[in-house]
């Protein structure tokens, strides 16, 4: 949200209240600091009743106390608890942006208490974006939101993507690979992002060591924090191929890890948009993702990426034997990834939507 908010500080006074401090990830510029305020308050992703109930009574205070126009929130939980509190308390406008639904792939008692929180918010609100028009049709049909009160801004995504900084840098190819001890001329496959189950990421392994039985000159690249415990497991996993298997942790250089890679994978079980396809795209990495809702969006199956269905190992497993082996494909699918984010998910278009937003509903 960096860039929404600093183009925002340039007209509003605002208020970030988030985990911690955030102050040094937004890299703001000097004269943009007596406009944006900052808060700490304890979240969690996860559902924590007493930390919740704590989150929500901080938020009361703060918006009663701060006289606020305006209340925007973009996580599940923290979504729930600021459009509650924001009704609460009558500040007169209230934005929440659905980014991916927890309850998609849910069942049962589960997905039904996480289902009606997304409609409590969507009841609290009184405007709701979405950051893909699929996600959009999703909510729509799911009855969670009427089709006249949530909105897409642009193309779609959160805040699009930096072309700027996300392109692709021969030197730090060779040299990353040199470091990594990956050949100069391996098919390099690459997943960053969250390291947790539902992203997928033991299916990505799996199918990888299943496709490199046949195409052994490939190597395959995790990079992000692991979440769910799963470093052992995925080692084991990749056992048989560990030579082709290089696990990197949290980067603040993802672009540069991009640019080593061939192909991206995101196999994940639900997405809102998945941003860094198109981040990936931007550097010229056709996608191999799955075919659900937000994904489909970022990727065009046949023509910057192929899909495959959730949970499919063997057609993972295909899809990845399909373009190892074909370096037309790769190119081809590269040129078109690429141009597409370029000129449909350009960073400032979107903060300039949102801007637009903003400026039609506060007058």
């Known amino acids: 949200m960096s860039p929404h908010i600093l183009m925002l500080a340039r007209q509003y006074d605002l208020t970030l209240i988030c985990s911690g401090d955030a102050r040094d990830d937004l890299q703001m510029p000097d004269y943009l600091r007596p406009y944006i305020h900052f808060i700490s308050v304890k979240f969690s992703r996860k559902i924590a009743i007493w930390d919740d109930i704590c989150g929500l009574v901080a938020l009361y205070r703060i918006f009663r106390s701060g006289r606020f126009d305006v209340?925007?929130?973009?996580?599940?939980?923290?979504?729930?608890?600021?459009?509650?509190?924001?009704?609460?308390?009558?500040?007169?406008?209230?934005?929440?942006?659905?980014?991916?639904?927890?309850?998609?792939?849910?069942?049962?008692?589960?997905?039904?208490?996480?289902?009606?929180?997304?409609?409590?918010?969507?009841?609290?609100?009184?405007?709701?974006?979405?950051?893909?028009?699929?996600?959009?049709?999703?909510?729509?049909?799911?009855?969670?939101?009427?089709?006249?009160?949530?909105?897409?801004?642009?193309?779609?995504?959160?805040?699009?993507?930096?072309?700027?900084?996300?392109?692709?840098?021969?030197?730090?190819?060779?040299?990353?690979?040199?470091?990594?001890?990956?050949?100069?001329?391996?098919?390099?496959?690459?997943?960053?992002?969250?390291?947790?189950?539902?992203?997928?990421?033991?299916?990505?392994?799996?199918?990888?060591?299943?496709?490199?039985?046949?195409?052994?000159?490939?190597?395959?690249?995790?990079?992000?924090?692991?979440?769910?415990?799963?470093?052992?497991?995925?080692?084991?996993?990749?056992?048989?191929?560990?030579?082709c298997y290089s696990r990197i942790g949290y980067t603040e250089r993802p672009e540069d890890y991009l640019s080593c890679a061939d192909i991206f994978c995101l196999p994940s079980y639900r997405e809102g948009f998945g941003s860094v396809i198109i981040e990936a795209a931007c550097v010229g990495l056709p996608a191999v993702a799955s075919r659900i809702y937000g994904v489909v969006d970022a990727v065009i199956d046949g023509e910057t990426g192929i899909l495959h269905e959730p949970g499919n190992i063997r057609q993972i497993q295909e899809k990845f034997l399909l373009l190892a082996n074909s370096p037309e494909l790769r190119q081809s699918m590269s040129e078109a990834a690429m141009h597409r984010a370029q000129a449909m998910f350009n960073q400032n278009c979107v903060t300039e939507a949102m801007r637009n937003f903003y400026q039609r509903m506060l007058g």
């Open 71 to 243: 209340v925007h929130s973009l996580m599940p939980k923290t979504g729930l608890l600021t459009m509650l509190a924001g009704r609460l308390t009558g500040v007169p406008h209230r934005v929440h942006m659905f980014t991916g639904q927890v309850w998609a792939n849910k069942f049962g008692i589960r997905r039904s208490i996480l289902k009606l929180m997304d409609r409590i918010i969507s009841f609290c609100a009184t405007d709701l974006l979405t950051d893909s028009f699929s996600q959009r049709s999703f909510l729509i049909d799911q009855n969670i939101v009427q089709p006249h009160r949530i909105l897409v801004l642009a193309n779609g995504s959160v805040c699009g993507v930096d072309v700027g900084r996300f392109k692709f840098n021969a030197q730090i190819r060779g040299e990353l690979r040199s470091q990594l001890n990956i050949p100069q001329d391996a098919v390099v496959f690459i997943f960053l992002g969250r390291i947790n189950r539902e992203k997928g990421v033991p299916d990505l392994v799996r199918a990888f060591v299943a496709m490199h039985r046949q195409f052994p000159n490939s190597h395959l690249v995790i990079v992000g924090p692991d979440e769910n415990g799963l470093d052992q497991e995925l080692r084991e996993i990749a056992a048989s191929c560990a030579s």
